[in-house]
Nanobody, 122 residues
Framework: QLAESGGGLVQPGGSLRLSCAAS????????VAWFRQAPGKEREGISC????????NYADSVKGRFTISRDKAKNTVYLQMNGLELEDTALYYC?????????????????WGQGTQVTVSS
């Protein structure tokens, strides 16, 4: 199971750190990705990390602002979000049990969390 946390209300330009904690299994050997979905929009893959080698992948919309990382000891993946913009408002999900970091293929990820809401507003 995955559990996201860390969402909230933040002003434009602010920062948040999202956490994706796994229970019942380790995050080894799989891709772990963050997706988001805003009302009326399709689910968007924004970042991914391969737990095998630590390689990462980012969508152009967040590149340079967001950073994905992993704490193996805590079995947790983080998404540090800086320079938040109004357009970043969405429900953020983490997902795992995917064979690769294909951000455009959410269907390859088997296990999903319930999501955490991020609202950017002045």
């Amino acid at each position: 199971q995955l559990a996201e946390s860390g969402g909230g209300l933040v002003q434009p330009g602010g920062s948040l750190r999202l956490s994706c904690a796994a229970s019942g299994a380790t995050l080894d050997s799989y891709a772990v990705a963050w997706f988001r979905q805003a009302p009326g929009k399709e689910r968007e893959g924004i970042s991914c990390i391969m737990t095998t080698d630590g390689s990462t992948n980012y969508a152009d919309s967040v590149k340079g602002r967001f950073t994905i990382s992993r704490d193996k000891a805590k079995n947790t993946v983080y998404l540090q979000m800086n320079g938040l913009e109004l357009e970043d408002t969405a429900l953020y999900y983490c997902a795992t049990d995917g064979p690769s970091c294909s951000l455009k293929l959410p269907s390859i990820f088997i296990t999903w969390g319930q999501g955490t809401q991020v609202t950017v507003s002045s």
